[in-house]
């Protein structure tokens, strides 16, 4: 009997024809609660949206209103195999070597000189191209300068379309990281990049030659401004073609970015105005 006036209680709540409820309201209390959660849904997100809309009237479609300021921008090498950094091939041995050349090919395809002469402009060197703005009157879509593919003259692919890896003196391509703003260097002295051979190795590294002279990059491809702001621009890069380094050796390489005005990296952070990676270039 207590099982059978349990059953009949919970029906009752659930739907009581006498008064006309469902689960203990009735239609009009439920159309209250209802009216007042839509009222209340509809204000936070009208408050939202004014939020957004007044945040967004903040925002400059070309460039980031804050962004983390880096003293020291990283350097990154082509070719890359993958993420540590090692280039390991055999002279002898096709295979091992033509997907570097393969790479850095596809990489140095938008530098092709045409493709410069097309997009960018042939800028006065040793200067900053500075295009600020004028007051409210934004100086968008900003220039950019070429940078031709031949500047890299033996490690363009140009004349040897396997960037010396078929003779045991590879060419490795270093670019230094965007920041938008940046002027890297004081008093009209450019940046430049210098490699050494880890203590360890240092009389394995043997000679090495640089594109364009002294591993520069020149001031004329700075400031950048923005992908959006600067969409055509092309960052400078720099060659280091390795002449006659121990072979049958793992040799390993330090390369970092010289400025009167870029800080050392920290040791913690291996990216940091510096790139370290391994070269083995195996004959047997």
């Given at each position: ?15 009581n ?18 009216l ?12 939202f949206a004014l939020?957004?809309?007044?945040m ?24 890359k ?15 091992t070597?033509?997907?570097y ?37 934004k ?10 593919r ?39 002295q ?11 190795d ?20 700075y ?6 702001a ?24 330090e ?30």
């Amino acid at each position: 009997m207590s099982k059978d006036g349990e059953k009949s209680g919970w029906k009752e709540y659930i739907w009581n024809s006498r008064t006309r409820e469902f689960l203990g309201r009735t239609a009009s209390s439920w159309g209250l609660i209802l009216l007042f959660y839509v009222v209340f849904y509809i204000f936070l997100a009208g408050l939202f949206a004014l939020t957004m809309y007044v945040m967004l009237q903040t925002l400059d479609e070309h460039k980031p209103t804050w962004q983390d300021r880096l003293s020291t921008p990283g350097m990154v090498i082509r070719p890359k195999a993958d993420e540590t950094y090692e280039i390991v091939y055999n002279i002898d041995k096709t295979e091992t070597w033509d997907l570097y050349a393969q790479a850095l090919d596809k990489f140095l395809t938008p530098y092709n000189n045409s493709v410069q002469a097309e997009k960018n402009n042939a800028c006065t060197p040793d200067q900053y191209f500075l295009q600020e703005d004028s007051g409210d009157v934004k100086n968008n879509p900003k220039r950019s300068c070429q940078f031709n593919r031949t500047i890299l003259e033996d490690c363009s692919g140009i004349n040897d379309r396997y960037y010396g890896y078929q003779e045991g003196k590879p060419c490795i391509i270093i670019k230094l990281n965007r920041v938008i703003g940046m002027l890297p260097g004081n008093n009209g002295q450019a940046p430049f990049v210098t490699c050494g051979a880890k203590r360890e190795d240092s009389d394995k590294i043997g000679e090495m030659m640089f594109f364009p002279p002294n591993g520069t990059f020149n001031l004329m491809y700075y400031p950048y401004y923005g992908k959006k702001a600067q969409v055509n621009y092309s960052q400078p890069l720099v060659a280091v073609k390795f002449l006659n380094i121990t072979t049958n050796q793992d040799v390993n390489i330090e390369c970092r970015i010289n400025a009167n005005n870029i800080p050392v990296g920290s040791e913690r952070d291996k990216f940091a105005g510096r790139v370290s990676f391994k070269l083995r270039i195996n004959t047997n």
